[in-house]
């Protein structure tokens, strides 16, 4: 079983397992005083006893729970980034009017999923979507955001704030001009500089969002400097997915384990010598080093959330089983104007393959075997999917 920690102030979700629900649960009671560097990490990350709720991954009828909904408003975007997870933006199905957005958000409550990111595209270019912002916020929900900052002024920074927003991502892939904009464009560098700012004069949390690949990771120090500088709270570094126009960079870029293991060890001098930001990255197959700390830091890796807690909404109605998938339109069956959110999630054919796939029983390859299999779930069985066309297929990255 998974469990989730959950900042009921922000909605922040984030996996842990066994041992870090047990260790975590008691100090909320009070009960355990503990490590204090694991205490100090988790409070970086913005979680206290009196914020802090414990989820265990629940199931009715073999469904899970959905924790998290991405609602992509639109695929208009100002840019065309190289390596966007959106590639095909062809509309299946007329898009989706505001009222029916509305229906959407208001079935979203009924089945008490406590958070939304409106995404896109660049999601405020969408018309509505300050107005569909306040609809979620007055509905209860925690509602994030992510852009590429160029768009942002500062009255759309101020109308940011003022529509509830508790977190907004800003995609930053360079710490130097020429790396970022190499990937999406002439002068955004700058620009997206400038939106971040005007985000942070509002009090904002703004995290940094970085896609790893070849020709920007030994930038990850010039980027934490950077946010430094500006009073970013979190930096987050994440691999390149065969997604959308990743899929056309991801064998000639990606990086491999040498590389990370480089970004890794920046990373973790960085988070010893500094408060803010704090960086993080993912894992990457790290297993054989965990020790009592790291499985007690809500940081663990919980598996892959498609199919199992997060629902993926197209701006047409079609609902993808995974961010990867979103432009794919082998996968896309069904639609919200068509059948009820609760049964897309328990009946949709993609969704239950990628269920399937999360389920170590079904692990395939060397996975199958694995010992840490309990922890990696496998690994991104999109990349599996991309490299081998089977999901149950090994992380084509593990190099275990």
Known sequence: MNYYLV?????????????????????????????????????????????????????????????????????????????????????????????????IIQELKNLNV??????????????????????????GFKILTSTNGTQIDRQTARSIKQAGYTEVDVSLDGGLPSTHEALRGYGTFRKTLQGIRFLLEESLSVKTATVLHKSNFREVLEIAKIAEQMGVEHCFFNNLVPGGHGADLWRSERLDTAELEEVKRVVFRWNQLHEQPRLFMELHFDYKILDRKLLTVPSSYAGCKAGRREILIRPDGYVAPCPLFLTNPVVLKSNVRDMSILDIWSKDSAILQFRRANDEANLKGKCSNCGFKSLCKGGCHAAAYHDSHDLCNPDPRCPQ
């Open 7 to 103: 900042n009921i102030d922000t909605g922040h979700l984030v996996g842990c397992n066994l041992i870090a629900a047990s260790f975590i649960r008691e100090w909320i009671k009070g009960g355990v005083e503990g490590d204090r560097e694991i205490f100090a990490e988790m409070a970086r990350r913005g979680f206290s006893r009196r914020n802090t709720r414990i989820i265990a991954e629940c199931y009715e009828n073999g469904t899970p729970t959905i924790l998290a909904a991405q609602l992509n408003l639109t695929w208009k975007c100002n840019l065309k980034c190289k390596h966007c997870y959106v590639g095909n933006n062809m509309l299946l199905a007329p898009p989706l009017a505001f009222d029916e957005w509305v229906c």
């Open 114 to 139: 406590p958070r939304i990111a409106f995404l896109g595209g660049e999601p405020i270019l969408f018309k509505y979507f300050f107005d569909l912002s306040q609809v979620a916020r007055d509905q």
